[in-house]
Protein backbone atom coordinates (compact mmCIF):
# COMPACT_ATOMS: atom_id res chain seq x y z
CA UNK A 1 0.00 0.00 0.00
CA UNK A 2 1.34 3.56 -0.75
CA UNK A 3 -0.71 5.71 0.04
CA UNK A 4 -3.02 5.84 3.45
CA UNK A 5 -5.97 7.98 2.85
CA UNK A 6 -7.74 9.39 6.12
CA UNK A 7 -11.20 10.73 5.91
CA UNK A 8 -11.49 13.14 8.46
CA UNK A 9 -10.32 15.59 11.09
CA UNK A 10 -12.37 16.86 14.29
CA UNK A 11 -11.88 20.81 14.88
CA UNK A 12 -10.24 21.17 18.31
CA UNK A 13 -12.52 22.46 20.24
CA UNK A 14 -15.49 19.96 18.19
CA UNK A 15 -13.08 17.29 19.95
CA UNK A 16 -14.25 17.48 23.43
CA UNK A 17 -17.77 16.99 22.67
CA UNK A 18 -17.44 14.76 19.86
CA UNK A 19 -17.61 10.87 20.10
CA UNK A 20 -15.26 9.74 17.94
CA UNK A 21 -15.38 5.95 16.92
CA UNK A 22 -12.72 4.23 17.11
CA UNK A 23 -12.21 1.23 14.76
CA UNK A 24 -9.63 -1.02 13.10
CA UNK A 25 -8.68 -1.12 9.55
CA UNK A 26 -10.15 -3.23 7.50
CA UNK A 27 -13.10 -5.11 7.94
CA UNK A 28 -12.71 -4.06 11.99
CA UNK A 29 -14.30 -0.47 10.59
CA UNK A 30 -17.75 -1.25 11.17
CA UNK A 31 -16.97 -2.20 14.70
CA UNK A 32 -16.41 1.24 16.29
CA UNK A 33 -15.22 1.44 19.74
CA UNK A 34 -17.46 1.28 23.44
CA UNK A 35 -18.76 4.35 24.41
CA UNK A 36 -18.17 5.87 20.62
CA UNK A 37 -20.97 7.44 19.03
CA UNK A 38 -21.61 7.78 15.50
CA UNK A 39 -22.80 10.86 13.70
CA UNK A 40 -20.72 14.44 12.67
CA UNK A 41 -21.38 18.05 13.45
CA UNK A 42 -18.25 18.95 11.80
CA UNK A 43 -18.18 21.87 9.71
CA UNK A 44 -14.72 20.91 8.26
CA UNK A 45 -13.97 20.32 4.77
CA UNK A 46 -11.51 19.96 2.40
CA UNK A 47 -8.02 18.28 1.48
CA UNK A 48 -4.76 17.62 3.88
CA UNK A 49 -1.65 16.22 2.59
CA UNK A 50 1.15 14.76 4.83
CA UNK A 51 4.08 12.07 3.96
CA UNK A 52 6.87 10.56 5.85
CA UNK A 53 7.41 7.55 8.01
CA UNK A 54 6.43 4.15 7.20
CA UNK A 55 6.90 2.75 10.64
CA UNK A 56 3.91 5.41 11.54
CA UNK A 57 1.73 3.94 8.75
CA UNK A 58 0.14 1.66 11.18
CA UNK A 59 -0.87 4.26 13.95
CA UNK A 60 -2.21 6.84 10.64
CA UNK A 61 -4.52 3.11 9.78
CA UNK A 62 -5.70 3.22 13.49
CA UNK A 63 -6.44 7.40 13.44
CA UNK A 64 -7.73 7.17 10.02
CA UNK A 65 -10.70 5.06 11.60
CA UNK A 66 -11.02 7.51 14.26
CA UNK A 67 -11.74 10.01 11.95
CA UNK A 68 -13.79 8.90 8.86
CA UNK A 69 -17.04 9.79 10.77
CA UNK A 70 -16.33 12.97 12.45
CA UNK A 71 -15.55 14.97 9.44
CA UNK A 72 -16.93 13.13 6.16
CA UNK A 73 -15.87 16.20 4.12
CA UNK A 74 -12.56 15.99 4.79
CA UNK A 75 -9.84 14.32 3.22
CA UNK A 76 -6.58 13.67 4.89
CA UNK A 77 -3.59 12.02 2.42
CA UNK A 78 -0.44 10.38 4.00
CA UNK A 79 2.19 8.94 1.95
CA UNK A 80 4.52 6.53 3.89
CA UNK A 81 7.60 7.37 1.88
CA UNK A 82 9.96 7.61 4.45
CA UNK A 83 10.79 10.20 7.40
CA UNK A 84 13.32 11.23 5.50
CA UNK A 85 11.66 11.61 2.18
CA UNK A 86 8.60 13.55 4.10
CA UNK A 87 10.59 15.69 6.06
CA UNK A 88 11.74 16.76 2.24
CA UNK A 89 8.70 16.98 1.12
CA UNK A 90 7.07 19.24 4.13
CA UNK A 91 10.36 21.23 3.95
CA UNK A 92 9.56 21.98 0.08
CA UNK A 93 6.22 23.10 1.07
CA UNK A 94 4.64 19.82 -1.01
CA UNK A 95 2.51 18.86 2.31
CA UNK A 96 1.06 20.55 5.06
CA UNK A 97 2.98 18.10 7.90
CA UNK A 98 5.30 15.21 7.82
CA UNK A 99 5.28 12.32 9.99
CA UNK A 100 9.04 11.32 11.03
CA UNK A 101 10.93 8.81 13.12
CA UNK A 102 13.61 11.51 13.43
CA UNK A 103 13.67 15.20 14.32
CA UNK A 104 15.11 17.58 12.25
CA UNK A 105 18.19 17.66 11.47
CA UNK A 106 20.28 20.96 12.20
CA UNK A 107 23.58 19.94 10.27
CA UNK A 108 21.88 18.78 7.24
CA UNK A 109 20.07 22.06 6.86
CA UNK A 110 16.14 20.87 7.77
CA UNK A 111 16.21 23.05 10.98
CA UNK A 112 16.94 26.32 8.26
CA UNK A 113 15.01 24.60 5.77
CA UNK A 114 11.72 23.89 7.57
CA UNK A 115 11.84 27.83 9.22
CA UNK A 116 12.00 29.35 5.71
CA UNK A 117 9.18 27.04 4.97
CA UNK A 118 7.20 28.13 7.60
CA UNK A 119 6.95 31.71 7.03
CA UNK A 120 10.59 32.42 9.06
CA UNK A 121 9.16 30.85 12.53
CA UNK A 122 10.90 27.34 13.80
CA UNK A 123 9.08 24.24 12.84
CA UNK A 124 6.56 22.41 15.48
CA UNK A 125 7.89 19.10 16.53
CA UNK A 126 5.63 17.43 18.73
CA UNK A 127 5.93 12.78 19.35
CA UNK A 128 3.07 11.44 18.76
CA UNK A 129 4.04 8.35 19.70
CA UNK A 130 7.64 6.21 21.44
CA UNK A 131 7.74 2.51 19.40
CA UNK A 132 10.38 -0.07 19.74
CA UNK A 133 12.15 -1.45 16.82
CA UNK A 134 12.57 -5.38 17.13
CA UNK A 135 15.02 -6.96 15.52
CA UNK A 136 13.34 -9.28 13.55
CA UNK A 137 14.77 -12.88 12.30
CA UNK A 138 13.95 -16.30 10.38
CA UNK A 139 16.04 -18.84 11.62
CA UNK A 140 14.72 -22.75 11.44
CA UNK A 141 14.37 -23.75 15.40
CA UNK A 142 15.64 -21.27 17.16
CA UNK A 143 12.22 -19.67 19.10
CA UNK A 144 14.42 -17.60 21.43
CA UNK A 145 17.42 -15.35 20.81
CA UNK A 146 19.48 -12.89 22.91
CA UNK A 147 21.78 -10.88 22.05
CA UNK A 148 23.97 -8.01 23.68
CA UNK A 149 25.05 -4.74 22.15
CA UNK A 150 28.45 -5.42 20.80
CA UNK A 151 27.08 -8.88 18.98
CA UNK A 152 24.13 -6.26 17.09
CA UNK A 153 26.88 -3.78 16.18
CA UNK A 154 29.09 -6.47 14.92
CA UNK A 155 26.53 -8.20 13.19
CA UNK A 156 25.06 -5.19 10.90
CA UNK A 157 28.77 -4.00 10.50
CA UNK A 158 29.72 -7.02 9.02
CA UNK A 159 32.13 -8.30 11.55
CA UNK A 160 29.83 -11.39 12.78
CA UNK A 161 29.15 -13.71 9.80
CA UNK A 162 27.68 -16.71 10.96
CA UNK A 163 24.89 -17.63 13.44
CA UNK A 164 26.99 -19.90 15.16
CA UNK A 165 29.60 -17.66 16.14
CA UNK A 166 30.89 -17.83 19.41
CA UNK A 167 29.38 -14.55 20.36
CA UNK A 168 26.30 -15.55 19.41
CA UNK A 169 25.95 -19.02 21.22
CA UNK A 170 27.73 -17.66 24.21
CA UNK A 171 24.65 -15.67 24.75
CA UNK A 172 22.09 -18.62 23.67
CA UNK A 173 23.86 -21.95 24.75
CA UNK A 174 20.77 -23.90 24.65
CA UNK A 175 19.90 -22.98 20.85
CA UNK A 176 20.36 -24.88 17.87
CA UNK A 177 22.32 -22.37 15.86
CA UNK A 178 23.55 -23.29 12.50
CA UNK A 179 26.77 -22.80 10.87
CA UNK A 180 25.15 -20.62 8.47
CA UNK A 181 25.74 -17.47 7.29
CA UNK A 182 24.17 -14.09 9.04
CA UNK A 183 21.72 -12.34 5.95
CA UNK A 184 21.04 -9.34 7.90
CA UNK A 185 18.45 -7.07 5.99
CA UNK A 186 18.73 -3.12 6.29
CA UNK A 187 16.43 -0.50 4.65
CA UNK A 188 17.58 1.10 1.29
CA UNK A 189 16.00 4.59 1.52
CA UNK A 190 16.35 7.34 4.17
CA UNK A 191 14.81 6.40 6.88
CA UNK A 192 13.85 7.54 10.59
CA UNK A 193 14.03 3.85 11.97
CA UNK A 194 17.62 3.35 10.44
CA UNK A 195 18.61 6.64 12.11
CA UNK A 196 17.39 5.57 15.50
CA UNK A 197 18.60 2.40 15.02
CA UNK A 198 22.02 3.34 13.82
CA UNK A 199 22.17 5.69 16.49
CA UNK A 200 21.62 2.55 19.09
CA UNK A 201 24.44 0.93 17.50
CA UNK A 202 26.75 3.38 17.88
CA UNK A 203 26.15 3.58 21.54
CA UNK A 204 26.16 -0.15 22.03
CA UNK A 205 30.02 -0.29 20.17
CA UNK A 206 31.73 2.79 18.59
CA UNK A 207 34.55 0.74 18.20
CA UNK A 208 32.69 -1.91 15.83
CA UNK A 209 30.04 0.45 14.33
CA UNK A 210 32.45 3.54 13.26
CA UNK A 211 29.65 4.81 11.14
CA UNK A 212 27.79 7.17 13.28
CA UNK A 213 24.31 7.90 13.23
CA UNK A 214 22.73 8.03 10.00
CA UNK A 215 19.35 7.69 8.00
CA UNK A 216 20.66 5.96 5.05
CA UNK A 217 22.53 2.77 5.45
CA UNK A 218 25.91 3.72 5.37
CA UNK A 219 27.94 0.30 4.21
CA UNK A 220 27.21 -2.38 1.29
CA UNK A 221 26.76 -5.16 3.40
CA UNK A 222 24.22 -7.75 3.82
CA UNK A 223 20.10 -6.97 1.72
CA UNK A 224 18.58 -3.80 1.26
CA UNK A 225 15.32 -3.48 1.17
CA UNK A 226 12.56 -0.39 0.79
CA UNK A 227 10.05 1.03 3.47
CA UNK A 228 9.26 -1.75 7.01
CA UNK A 229 7.36 -3.46 4.86
CA UNK A 230 10.32 -4.32 2.35
CA UNK A 231 12.28 -5.16 5.21
CA UNK A 232 9.87 -7.52 6.78
CA UNK A 233 9.09 -8.99 3.63
CA UNK A 234 13.01 -9.97 2.85
CA UNK A 235 13.44 -11.53 6.38
CA UNK A 236 10.28 -13.44 5.81
CA UNK A 237 11.44 -14.71 2.69
CA UNK A 238 15.00 -15.29 3.36
CA UNK A 239 16.14 -18.17 5.84
CA UNK A 240 18.99 -16.85 8.34
CA UNK A 241 17.80 -13.22 8.09
CA UNK A 242 17.87 -10.68 10.79
CA UNK A 243 16.46 -7.16 10.36
CA UNK A 244 14.65 -4.17 12.11
CA UNK A 245 11.77 -2.67 12.37
CA UNK A 246 8.79 -1.15 13.88
CA UNK A 247 7.82 -3.92 16.67
CA UNK A 248 4.05 -3.49 15.36
CA UNK A 249 4.92 -5.29 11.89
CA UNK A 250 6.52 -8.46 13.30
CA UNK A 251 3.82 -10.46 12.48
CA UNK A 252 5.23 -14.03 13.28
CA UNK A 253 8.73 -13.26 13.17
CA UNK A 254 11.17 -14.00 15.80
CA UNK A 255 11.70 -11.58 17.72
CA UNK A 256 15.24 -11.12 20.10
CA UNK A 257 16.16 -9.66 23.19
CA UNK A 258 18.74 -7.45 23.99
CA UNK A 259 21.21 -7.37 27.03
CA UNK A 260 20.19 -4.05 29.03
CA UNK A 261 22.18 -4.10 32.60
CA UNK A 262 21.86 -7.74 33.88
CA UNK A 263 18.90 -8.50 32.28
CA UNK A 264 17.43 -9.55 28.75
CA UNK A 265 14.88 -7.50 27.40
CA UNK A 266 12.33 -7.78 24.36
CA UNK A 267 10.36 -5.54 22.42
CA UNK A 268 7.26 -3.72 24.04
CA UNK A 269 4.98 -0.74 25.10
CA UNK A 270 6.22 -0.47 28.50
CA UNK A 271 9.84 -1.07 27.39
CA UNK A 272 10.13 1.82 25.44
CA UNK A 273 8.29 4.65 27.11
CA UNK A 274 10.99 3.89 30.18
CA UNK A 275 13.48 5.24 27.65
CA UNK A 276 11.66 8.01 26.97
CA UNK A 277 10.76 9.19 30.36
CA UNK A 278 14.69 8.84 31.51
CA UNK A 279 15.71 10.95 28.04
CA UNK A 280 16.34 14.53 28.10
CA UNK A 281 15.68 16.93 25.15
CA UNK A 282 17.98 18.16 22.60
CA UNK A 283 19.88 21.47 23.47
CA UNK A 284 18.99 24.80 21.53
CA UNK A 285 15.91 23.86 20.11
CA UNK A 286 13.02 26.59 20.36
CA UNK A 287 9.98 26.28 22.38
CA UNK A 288 7.74 24.88 19.94
CA UNK A 289 10.20 21.71 19.88
CA UNK A 290 9.84 18.53 21.81
CA UNK A 291 12.88 16.60 20.12
CA UNK A 292 13.95 14.23 22.68
CA UNK A 293 17.88 12.73 22.28
CA UNK A 294 17.16 9.08 23.84
CA UNK A 295 19.34 7.35 26.39
CA UNK A 296 20.23 4.49 24.10
CA UNK A 297 22.60 3.05 26.90
CA UNK A 298 20.58 2.98 29.74
CA UNK A 299 20.67 0.17 32.51
CA UNK A 300 17.60 1.27 33.91
CA UNK A 301 15.66 -2.47 34.81
CA UNK A 302 12.64 -3.06 31.96
CA UNK A 303 13.95 -0.21 29.44
CA UNK A 304 14.40 -1.51 25.79
CA UNK A 305 16.61 0.94 24.29
CA UNK A 306 16.08 -0.16 20.48
CA UNK A 307 13.27 2.60 20.39
CA UNK A 308 12.28 5.61 18.07
CA UNK A 309 9.97 8.34 19.17
CA UNK A 310 7.81 9.52 16.49
CA UNK A 311 6.96 13.31 15.45
CA UNK A 312 4.78 15.17 13.80
CA UNK A 313 6.23 18.40 11.97
CA UNK A 314 4.07 21.24 11.27
CA UNK A 315 4.26 25.03 11.24
CA UNK A 316 3.22 27.67 13.24
CA UNK A 317 1.08 29.30 10.71
CA UNK A 318 0.19 28.57 7.63
CA UNK A 319 -1.13 30.69 4.70
CA UNK A 320 -4.94 30.19 4.77
CA UNK A 321 -6.97 29.15 7.26
CA UNK A 322 -8.59 26.34 6.40
CA UNK A 323 -5.33 24.37 6.58
CA UNK A 324 -4.51 26.09 9.43
CA UNK A 325 -8.11 24.73 11.27
CA UNK A 326 -7.15 21.13 9.85
CA UNK A 327 -3.33 20.66 10.80
CA UNK A 328 -4.67 22.03 14.05
CA UNK A 329 -7.24 19.00 14.22
CA UNK A 330 -5.78 16.41 13.25
CA UNK A 331 -2.88 17.40 15.41
CA UNK A 332 -5.29 17.61 18.33
CA UNK A 333 -6.98 14.37 17.66
CA UNK A 334 -3.28 12.65 17.48
CA UNK A 335 -2.51 13.40 21.13
CA UNK A 336 -5.81 12.78 22.52
CA UNK A 337 -6.27 10.09 24.99
CA UNK A 338 -8.86 8.62 21.90
CA UNK A 339 -6.01 9.02 18.87
CA UNK A 340 -2.96 7.69 21.62
CA UNK A 341 -5.11 4.32 22.44
CA UNK A 342 -5.95 3.68 18.70
CA UNK A 343 -2.11 3.96 18.09
CA UNK A 344 -1.60 1.31 20.68
CA UNK A 345 -4.12 -1.01 19.88
CA UNK A 346 -3.22 -1.27 16.47
CA UNK A 347 0.95 -0.84 16.18
CA UNK A 348 1.50 -1.50 19.57
CA UNK A 349 3.53 1.72 20.67
CA UNK A 350 3.16 3.29 23.73
CA UNK A 351 1.15 6.28 24.60
CA UNK A 352 2.58 9.96 25.81
CA UNK A 353 2.84 10.58 28.97
CA UNK A 354 -0.23 13.03 30.37
CA UNK A 355 2.65 15.39 30.68
CA UNK A 356 3.83 15.35 27.39
CA UNK A 357 0.16 15.13 26.11
CA UNK A 358 -0.59 18.64 27.89
CA UNK A 359 2.96 20.24 26.23
CA UNK A 360 2.24 19.16 23.01
CA UNK A 361 -1.42 20.38 23.44
CA UNK A 362 -0.28 23.40 24.10
CA UNK A 363 2.14 23.99 20.76
CA UNK A 364 -0.62 23.07 19.05
CA UNK A 365 -3.24 25.14 19.95
CA UNK A 366 -1.00 27.87 18.74
CA UNK A 367 -1.26 26.89 15.32
CA UNK A 368 -3.55 29.84 13.41
CA UNK A 369 -3.18 31.44 10.10
CA UNK A 370 -1.15 34.28 8.82
CA UNK A 371 -2.89 37.21 9.77
Not at 313 to 340: H, N, P, R, W
Request: include cysteine; proline fraction near 5%; glycine fraction near 12%.
Amino acid sequence: MNTTSIRRLAAPAALLALGLSLTACGAANEQPAAGAEGGSDSSLSGTLNGAGSSAQEAAQGAWQAGFQQANPDVTVNYDPVGSGGGREQFIAGGTAFAGSDAYLSEEDGEVKGAQDRCNGEPAIEIPDYVSPIALIYNLDGVDELKLDPATVAGIFAGDITKWNDPAITATNPDADLPDAAINPVHRADDSGTTDNFTSYLSAADPDVWTYGEVGEWPIKSGEAANGTSGVVSAVQNGSNSIGYADASQAGDLGVAEVKVGDEYVGPSAEAAAKVLEISPRVEGRSDVSMAVDLDRNTTESGAYPIVLTSYLIACQTYDDQQTADLVKGYLTYVVSDEGQQAAADTAGSAPLSDSLQEEAQGIIDGISAKS
